[in-house]
Structure formats: C-alpha cells, structure tokens
C-alpha cells in the first residue's frame, strides 16, 4: 500500500498570522480569533483532501508547540520557559513537572475543530512520545528519566483513548529527542523506551506511528521492529537512505519532503528515490511524507510542497 | 607592556525612536525628540543640528539620521571609557537581514512562526550568491572619521548567514545526489562557500584596506547543528574567509554549547580571541565562587591560546551587576587564564534592553569593575 501522511503541524496562513498579531495586541477578540482559526483550519483539511493525503490531521494551527496541551492539563504539570526547539530558530516552552502527574481532561480536545474533520477519513492526530517529553521536562519531581516518561505515558494512554471515541484511527507520537544528536536514546536504554511504548498503547485499536525527526533513526530502527507500534517515521533529510534495507515494521513513513526548507521538490525526482527505496524494503506499506512539522514554511509553500506529494504518490501508484 | 582587561561592547544597542521613525517616514513626536536632546546633553554632543534635522519634514535624511544614532552610541561608548568602540550596530537594520538585503540571489519569504503568536522573516537563497551594495564598509569610514577610541567591526558570519536562509538554488544543484542527506549537506557546503568567496570575501577586503584592524565574527547559529560535519563546515568557512588578511580576528558566540564549540576553535586560523556568554549562567550574588567560568578549562583543554572575552554582565535581565561582582568574576577567569589573555566584555549586543539607560549602567560597572580588577593585580 502507498500512502501518504504529513508529519505534524501546518504553516498558518498569512492571514491568519496577521489575526493573530492583532489579537496578541489587543485589538481582535477571542472569538474573532476563534473564527480566523476555523476559517484556516478547513483550509488545512480541505487542501490535505484535495492532495488525497491518506492520513487527514487538522493542521494543529491553535498549539503553540508539541508539548503545550500536556503542560496546560496534566495534574502537577505547568508552563515553564522558553526554549529553542532542538536545532531550529523556533522555539517551545518547557513543561516544569512539580508532582506526580495526572490525566484530568482530554488535553487536545480543545485545540481542535472536530466539526470540520470529515468522518469519513483517516484521522490522524500528533502527540508528544514519552521519551521526547522526558528529554525536553524540567523534572522537578520524578528526578528520574524512566519514572517520569512511565508516568507521562499513563496518561497519554488515557488521552488516547478518549481520542479514539472521538474517531482517531491513527496516532502519531513525535519523537525527535530519541535521534536527535545531543538527546538520542543511548542504547542501553531502548528497553525502556519498548516499556513506555507499551503503557501508551495498552488497550488502543489505534494505529500508531512513532515518528523520529531532526535526527539519524538508524541506531534504533532495528529495535523499533519489536516495539508495540504498527509504524516508524525516518526524516531522510537525517537518515542514510541505506539505513532502511530490509525493515519489516508494518509500515515505514519516508519523510521525503523537507519541510524545513522552502524548495519545491521535483515529483519526478523524488518518485525515482522512494522508487529505489520501495526495492530495498521488506516492508509493503509505505507513506509519502514531509520529514517533519511543516510549521518552518510558509502556508504557500507547503501547500505547494503537499501538491508534489500527491504527484510521487500518484506516480508511485501507477508504476506498482 | 600592553593594558590589562581591556574593554569593548559586543555589537548592537536598541534604536530609539527618532532614529526608527526617521528611516521609516514615521511621525516624530515631542517625546522622541526630547529623548535625543537629554541623549545629546548627557554625551555632550552638539545636538542641534540632529534636533533641527528632526523637526524638518522634507524626506532625504535617513543617512544623516542613522550617521546620528551611530555618533551617539560612539560617543556613549567614548564616554564610559571603553576601550574599542564601534555603532551599536544603528547602521543595520538587524544582523541578518542587513546583508541579505545587500546580496543578490536571495529572497525573503513571509512569515513564518518563532513561538506563539510571534514571527520573523526568513531569506531563501534562489540563485547563486553575489554581493550586490557595500554593506559594512560605509559604516566602518563613518566612524574611522568620528571615533576617539580604537575600533572592533562585528560582522554576521557565514555560518549563521547559511544556517538562517532556506537553500533552494544549491539544493537545486545538487539533485544528482539520490541520498537527501547528502544531498542537503552538499549543498550547504556550496552555499557557504559562495556567501564566503562572493559576499563576506570582498567586503572584508574593503574594510582591511580601509585600515580595519580587528573584525569580530558573529555566529550565533554555530553549534545549533551539533554534529562534526557542520562543525567542520564552520572552521573552513572560517579559515577560508580570513586567509590572507593583515588583521586580527575574534569569534563571538553566545547561548550555545561550549562543549562542543571547545573541541574546534583550536582549528580556527588567525583567531586571537573568542567572546563568550558565561556571565548569564553565573549568580549575581557577591562573594562566591565565580565557578560558572569553569568550562572556559574546556577550551584550555583542547588546545585553544587566544585569548577571552567570556562575558561580564548579563544581556536578558536589566539587573545591574556590581563593578565588586564584575571584579570577582574578571580575576577568576584571570586565575584560569592568565591577566593577560582575559579581556572585558558582555555576554552579547546589548539591544535586549529597551533604551540606553539599563546598558550606560551596566557598562559603567563593567569598566569600573575592569579597573578594580587592575588595580588588584598591579
């Protein structure tokens, strides 16, 4: 199966940035924000529709950044500083954990427009890993990497299952700090990420995805094969592409797109590198994908990127 | 022999209003024009004629306005007794955007998401690079004709120039290359090299036959790729811009990891001195031991023999550190690396701060701190 799959968080519109601006000086209100926000996200479904993209995520235009909604209600979780997100002129805010955490309500929920997400689709939606929130909490209770990203499991096992009875048939975990250079997982250490994967997916019927970025997934992708996942994401734009012959997890995400920098990829050139890639696997399904969030462009040209992946996969489909 | 703990300022200060709104058409109140005349007083400038240029509506004075903002900070810099001055950076729109927009092969797209509901604008280079309009040396003969004090130029690297613009023309050039990795390395190198050889390159002839003699290099994007290859990548970048050139050569780098940066400076030709960021992960608290200097040994310890500047005061807090304080952490880093070898600084520009009030204080406690310092040792 060929599919095709965008790895996280659309650019906002310009439009909706100058809203935005407006709002964080005071002269938009809340619900007129509210409404540029919906205006844009059935953009950013309608376009991932039209492009045929196989798995539909909402654009996730209202998080601030991947961690935000657990920072903000999570038990015994707050807001903490600013910081630079892993090697890009972006930036996240940490959360501080002050005491054991807790899932209260559904953290996600309220930065979505469920109404304008079409029933019929593959849902997708983007979550933090454990490891990635371990890495990136200031831990001012556990003092304990594994502790923490256990607990934090729990409850994103608990967050899942609330967004499966809202529809969601694939979950995908973000994971850039388990191949980042400065934060990978040391492979002493894999067997814990096997565990806290298992806490998260306990009792889902969800797909998930554990999707690396920013990073070499080489060293780990082996393991990945026996983790409780049903697919791996690899920015290729970080990953040897002979670092993927003979992986047999059920599916593979090529992030082939580079969302982190503003060229038009060729279709034509990109459908004979998957081509190639496709030989060498044995796996049989593979997503098309951007290598990350595309949040580092402009809305222009990510949906110009979107377009050329609708090209490689339609390509793709016709030479199967 | 040569003065101990000499001092400068790292780049930039913030720009008053009279000089925004005098680039920018922009109406110029009462206010703005009662900042630059207490300015003016304080620095005992003739201000005058700045006043009158002002309240003048005719359009065509930007450069006369941004010669003003540049004399003012001169002069401040002057007065508190540093010992290499330069413009506050008042010449530059902001560090990046000042060459990119001198360049030819770029182009800056809209905007795109910093954090939350703030942005900023980012350059794609789509075709190859070429200098365009002298971007550095119109400055540096400006101020070789007004300063008092010796002068430092600082100067955006070619690192942090490749590292903050999309690259679509060398990526374009290189689609021969099937691995996207290497691709995408490919064609950074090919893009660092021309922003070196057709950008940086003639510029930074211009300035050495002007009679620059010490060009600081700003790269805050280094280390922000923490991998060899990138690493690398910077130290030719480096070798190759200052080959060459009579003239002495400083890194700045802040907010970054030392570590990593320590294992290569030894690399770097013709760098005499690195100016660091050590005083914001150091406590303002009086009489403890300054020990947050202590990873200036990871450099010592790779092998680097320039000398240091590892920052004095703070940049992202206005708290104004005693000139005792600033003294302590001097003669600290002194005992690591030698009187000679320690040099005085900030962390970084200064135009974190809102107006000149908060840098004027902590400056005046960094020079006076600098001679507490002197006086301790000789």
Same mark, same amino acid.
């Given at each position: ?13 310009? %439009? ?14 809340? %619900? ?16 991932? &529709? ?201 599916? &593979? ?68 | ?22 680039? =920018? !058409? ?27 240029? =002002? ?15 540049? =004399? ?85 690297? +070619? ?19 099937? !691995? ?17 050889? /057709?950008? =940086? ?18 790269? +805050? ?10 690493? /690398? ?46 005083? !914001? ?28 500047? +590892? ?47 908060? +840098? ?19």
């Amino acid at each position: 199966m060929i599919g095709s799959s965008i790895a996280g968080a659309l650019p906002r519109p310009q %439009e909706l940035i100058s809203k935005t601006r407006s709002y964080d000086r005071g002269k938009l209100t809340e %619900e007129e924000l509210d409404t540029a926000f919906k205006t844009a996200t059935a953009i950013m479904v309608k376009t991932q &529709l039209d492009a045929g993209i196989t798995l539909i995520n909402d654009g996730m235009l209202r998080r601030q950044d991947l961690l935000r909604p657990f920072s903000t209600h999570l038990k015994n979780v707050e807001v903490g500083p600013m910081l630079r997100w892993f090697n890009n002129n972006t930036f996240y805010k940490a959360p501080l954990v002050k005491g054991e955490i807790e899932w209260k309500d559904p953290a996600t929920f309220g930065e979505m427009y469920m109404d304008l997400l079409p029933k019929s689709s593959e849902l997708k939606v983007v979550l933090p890993a454990p490891y990635t929130f371990a890495v990136l909490a200031h831990d001012g209770y556990y003092k304990n990497k594994v502790k923490l990203m256990n607990a934090f499991s729990e409850s994103l096992n608990q967050e899942i299952k609330e967004l499966e009875k809202k529809g969601f048939k694939h979950i995908q975990l973000s994971d850039p700090a388990i191949v980042y250079s400065t934060t990978k997982v040391k492979q002493s250490d894999l067997k814990t990420i096997a565990k806290a994967l298992e806490i998260v997916t306990d009792g889902i019927k969800a797909k998930t995805i554990l999707q690396t970025f920013f990073g070499d997934a080489e060293p780990i992708l082996n393991d990945t094969q026996n983790w409780a996942i049903d697919s791996v994401g690899v920015d290729l734009y970080d990953t040897n592409l002979s670092a993927l012959k003979r992986f047999k997890v059920k599916a &593979l995400i090529l992030g082939v797109i580079d969302a982190r920098n503003s060229i038009i990829e060729d279709p034509i050139d990109l459908t004979k590198i998957v081509s190639t890639i496709i030989k060498t696997l044995e796996t049989d399904d593979i997503y098309v994908s951007t290598n990350c969030d595309m949040d580092f462009l402009t809305w222009d040209k990510a949906s110009e990127k979107i377009n050329v992946i609708k090209k490689v996969v339609t390509e793709l489909r016709r030479n199967q | 022999m040569n003065k101990l703990f000499q001092t400068y300022e790292i780049g930039s200060l913030a720009k008053y209003n009279w000089r925004l709104k005098g680039i =920018l !058409n922009g109406k110029i109140n009462d206010a703005d024009v009662a900042e630059a005349e207490a300015w003016g007083k304080k620095l005992n400038i003739d201000y005058e004629p700045l006043i009158k240029l =002002l309240k003048d509506k005719e359009s065509n004075k930007k450069q006369e306005i941004i010669n003003w903002s540049a =004399l003012y900070a001169v002069r401040m810099f002057e007065q508190l007794g540093l010992d290499y001055v330069y413009t506050g950076e008042q010449w530059r729109e902001e560090m990046y955007a000042h060459v990119i927009k001198n360049l030819t092969g770029f182009e800056f797209s809209g905007w795109i998401k910093s954090f939350d509901y703030r942005y900023f604008r980012k350059a794609a280079v789509v075709d190859r690079v070429h200098y365009k309009n002298p971007f550095y040396i119109d400055e540096f003969n400006y101020v070789k004709g007004i300063a008092k004090h010796k002068l430092k130029v600082p100067i955006t690297g +070619p690192y942090t120039l490749l590292d903050w613009s999309f690259n679509e023309f060398y990526d374009r050039k290189n689609t021969s290359i099937k !691995n996207l990795k290497d691709r995408k390395f490919a064609a950074r190198r090919e893009f660092i090299n021309d922003i070196v050889d /057709e950008a =940086l390159y003639p510029e930074f002839k211009k300035l050495v036959d002007a009679g620059a003699k010490w060009i600081q290099i700003d790269e +805050p994007a280094i280390t922000t790729q923490p991998n060899k290859e990138e690493m /690398e990548m910077f130290v030719e970048a480096w070798n190759r811009l200052v080959k060459g050139f009579n003239c002495t050569f400083s890194l700045h780098n802040c907010f970054s990891d030392y570590k990593l940066l320590a294992r290569y400076v030894p690399d770097l030709k013709n760098c005499s001195q690195l100016s660091l960021e050590f005083a !914001n992960r150091d406590t303002i608290k009086p009489g403890v031991i300054r020990s947050a200097y202590d990873d200036l040994k990871d450099f010592e310890d790779n092998g680097f023999r320039g000398a240091y500047a +590892p920052g004095f005061i703070a940049v992202h807090t206005d708290e104004v550190e005693s000139a005792e304080v600033i003294r302590d952490r001097i003669l600290y880093v002194a005992g690591l690396v030698g009187n000679e070898r320690t040099w005085i600084s900030p962390d970084c520009g200064l135009r974190t701060r809102e107006n000149w009030d908060i +840098p004027y204080s902590k400056l005046f406690q960094m020079v006076k701190g600098a001679d507490l310092s002197r006086k301790a040792v000789e």
